[in-house]
């Protein structure tokens, strides 16, 4: 049996969007090794090549859970869903109060002995995007009814976003808008959607006047400074200032493979600002296969929806792969000075363990969905 139909026997599901994990592993080997030069000149010595090598474990293990997970089928997933919540409600809470702060945000636990950090926000989008899935799968029937929307769907919402927007806003406002959505697409009553919105509001209200008491726990001021930097800084802070020049630099095609300069001034250029680094040397058409293949990924993950026979599969895959693809639109907006700062990773191709891990198991249960449907038609 050849390599190509022995890799077409074991990986299931939709090859387009296999194609899209496989190129974006590619672009995430190509730009972290040359996004990393300057930091591995100043923390090991000019010693690139152990920060790829770091790089390429975490890879190599997140294509091995996109494996795993596409092989388990997707309503096991289901079954999951409460444990996850009772898992990540606390981490965050843990997180949020004694959590390693890294870039003045408490966003990180360390695991004991291992010296090993994860986001535990990373693990909580998945845990909740599980189980507003479930919930509004087991309601299609009474989903107008308060009882069942309130306290089954609405509350955990909130607890969980509330429990990330202090130190990491954005992620919460990106899952807030996720879980609103999939109520609208799971037929909830819209004022049941209202009242959420409402709730919301209150609990970022609440943040707020917490955080002039707890500066340290909820950062406003952080907030406030980088919605003022981009109201009335019309190039953005340093940061922004430099991806602008680098994408500039990047023109149609580019300055070629690791000749970016720019990577040397731009702080956290293999994470945040990844984009701009590929913009350098890739040009406009390397950022644009970029973006390409994020929206191709969410137009895959539609067609899937629309085939789906169970409505679990339906609202997993759409929350999921527009878990990534709004969080990938986020990051390329800051690179290009529409939206302000967010900390926002571009995923499976910035360098970040958990970032990488947590996509690699997103990416595996839409694949899982995707292969129980192709099963169906082949029956």
């Given at each position: ?36 030069g ?17 790089h ?25 869903a ?11 809470g ?17 695991i004991?002995?291992?010296g090993?950090?994860?986001?535990t ?22 989903i107008?009814?308060?009882k ?19 130190a ?24 049941y ?7 919301g ?21 952080t ?6 930097e ?11 200032q ?78 999921l ?25 571009l ?21 899982s969905?995707?292969?129980?449907i ?6």
């Open positions: 049996m050849s390599v190509a139909n022995r890799l077409a026997a074991e990986l299931k599901g939709d090859r387009t969007i296999w194609m899209i994990v496989v190129m974006l592993s590619l672009f995430s080997v190509l730009a972290v090794y040359s996004a990393t300057a930091e591995a000149w100043k923390s090991r010595e000019g010693n690139t090549t152990a920060f790829l090598v770091a390429l474990v975490r890879l190599a293990f997140g294509l091995l859970l996109v494996y795993l997970c596409h092989l388990l089928h997707y309503q096991r997933y289901k079954n999951f409460p444990y996850l919540m009772l898992i990540a409600v606390p981490l965050l843990i997180t949020l109060l004694w959590g390693l702060s890294i870039n003045s945000a408490s966003r990180w636990l360390s004991p002995g291992l090993i950090t994860f986001q926000s990373d693990f909580a989008k998945i845990a909740l995007i599980l189980y507003v899935a479930r919930e509004l799968t087991r309601k299609q029937e009474y107008t009814s308060f069942e929307a309130f306290m089954p769907i609405i509350v955990p919402v909130l607890i969980v976003c509330g429990l990330i927007a202090p990491n806003l954005s992620t919460a406002l990106i899952l807030f808008g996720i879980c609103i959505i999939l109520m609208f697409i799971g037929r909830v009553s819209v004022k959607i209202l009242l959420l919105v409402l709730l509001l209150v609990v970022f209200a609440g943040l707020i006047v917490l955080g002039k008491f707890a500066p340290d726990l909820v950062r406003v001021e907030w406030a400074n980088r919605m003022n981009f109201m009335t800084s019309p190039d953005g802070g340093y940061q922004v430099q991806a602008k020049i680098a994408i500039a630099r990047g023109g149609l095609f580019g300055v070629g493979p690791g000749n970016s300069i720019i990577r040397n001034f731009l702080p956290f250029s293999y994470a945040d600002f990844i984009y701009a680094i590929i913009c350098e040397e890739y040009g406009l058409v390397g950022g644009a296969l970029i973006l390409g293949l994020y929206v191709l990924l969410f137009f895959r993950t539609v067609k899937l929806v629309t085939m789906s026979p169970k409505a679990f599969g339906a609202f997993l895959a759409i929350g792969s527009l878990s990534m693809t709004v969080q990938a639109l986020v990051n390329i907006a800051v690179n290009v000075n529409l939206v302000p700062p967010t900390g926002q990773t995923p499976m191709i910035s360098m970040g363990g958990t970032s990488i891990l947590f996509t690699s198991i997103s990416l595996g249960m839409i694949l969905v995707s292969k129980y192709e099963s169906l038609e082949e029956s």
